[in-house]
Structures are given as C-alpha cells and as structure tokens.
C-alpha cells in the first residue's frame, strides 16, 4: 500500500497529472466572488465560510474522474483487482493520495484566500479545521463516486451529479462549523457531526466502493 501511494503521489504531481489545478480554481472562484456580490467588507465577512467551503468542494471535484479511470485505461486496475493487497486498501491509499494532493493544499490555502474575501482574523484557524476535518470525506466519498463511473466513458458529468449530493452535509456542518466559532458560539454540535461523517466515510465506503469496482470490472 505504500508504495501505491506513492506511485499515486507521482503521477498526481507529474505534469498533466492535475495537482495545482484545485488550487488555481480555488483561488479564481475567491478572486470571483467580491466582483459578484460587491465589495462590502461585512457581507464578504459574513459569506465568507460558505463561499470558501463551496470553492473548496468544487475544487475536490475537478480530480475525481482521476482516481481510477487512468488506471481502467492502462489495465492497471485489473491488476489491482488481482494483487494481495486487499481491494479495499487500494481505494483507502487512492482516497488519501488524492486528499493529500487536493484536500490538504486546500486545507493549507483557504486561511490565506480567507483574506480576500475580509475573513475575521478570528475565523482562520476555524476554518482550517474544520477543512480538515471535512475534507477527508470528500475525498473517500468522491473515491465511491469514481468507483461507481469508472466503467462508464466521459462519466465525469454523472460523476458530479452522483456526488454532489452526497457532498451536501459535509458542506452544511463545515460552514456552520467555521461560522459558529466566528461568532463565538458554541461549535460541539457541528464539530462532531461533521467528524461523524468523515469517520463514518472512511469506515464504510472503502468497502462499499470496493464492491462497486468488482461489479464494474466484470
């Protein structure tokens, strides 16, 4: 498993492999925003979690239809399905390559981007964790999505579709998440409920994603 990680790190971070492009939509879907609702520091504060949680969700989506399409294409996934290590486990390595080279550089730049959009000094580090928390179930949860499309061709539309609503309570609790610790108000309920999810995620859709692959490749 480490070494798929590994290989999935290289081919992520490659030329064309997709690794930066998140973070350039991230950043123009921020730039974006004020032209949009004006410049108004108070409004711009106010949405600003949202907004950022919304940038950082669709970014998640651009790399998807990545995780294992090329491997469909090269017939590595065929191998994968055959080799010792359990079929779960390569979904588990690919949801975390794909965190680390997605999920975590978001992560790391929504603070920074959080200045553009008048982002309350006091919100940085609520919303750092609460992408953190968040984030790794956006990524296992885009792994089942890939794993449902992967035999389909140009399937990257109904990839969206497929996840996006499955996209929608991380979304709710994570913006309420940063929004309630800006506020000073109490965060255990959206903390936990967001923690939930991803624990929830990583524990149950490797499997579930799994199954969908053996279905797939038959």
């Known amino acids: 498993m480490p070494a798929l990680l590994i290989r999935d790190l290289r081919l992520a971070t490659r030329a064309g492999g ?51 399409a090329l491997d469909r294409e090269d017939g590595s996934l065929d191998l994968l399905a055959v080799a010792p290590i359990p079929l779960e486990g390569v979904v588990a390595a690919k949801a975390l390559a794909h965190w680390l080279t997605t999920g975590l550089p978001l992560t790391l730049a929504a603070p920074v981007l959080g200045i553009l959009l008048n982002l309350p000094q006091a919100g940085f580090g609520w919303l750092a964790l609460s992408l953190a928390i968040g984030t790794p179930a956006l990524s296992m949860i885009g792994c089942f999505g890939a794993a449902l499309t992967v035999g389909l061709k140009r399937g990257g539309l109904l990839l969206s579709l497929l996840v996006l609503p499955l996209y929608i ?36 859709l490797p499997f579930a994603a799994a199954a969908a692959i053996r279905v797939n490749l038959r």
Do not use: H, N
Request: glycine share 14%; hydrophobic share 60%.
């Open 169 to 204: 309570p991380t979304l709710i609790y994570g913006a309420k998440l940063a929004q309630q610790g800006i506020a000073g108000l109490a965060v255990a309920t959206p903390l936990l409920m967001l923690a939930g999810i991803t624990l929830g995620s990583v524990a149950i």
């Open 18 to 68: 997709g690794f930066g492009l998140s973070l350039v939509f991230f950043l123009i879907v921020t730039v974006l925003v004020p032209f949009g609702i004006g410049p108004e520091g108070g409004v711009l504060a106010r949405v600003a979690p949202g907004i950022l949680w919304v940038g950082a969700l669709l970014s998640c989506l651009l790399s998807l239809d990545r995780i294992f």
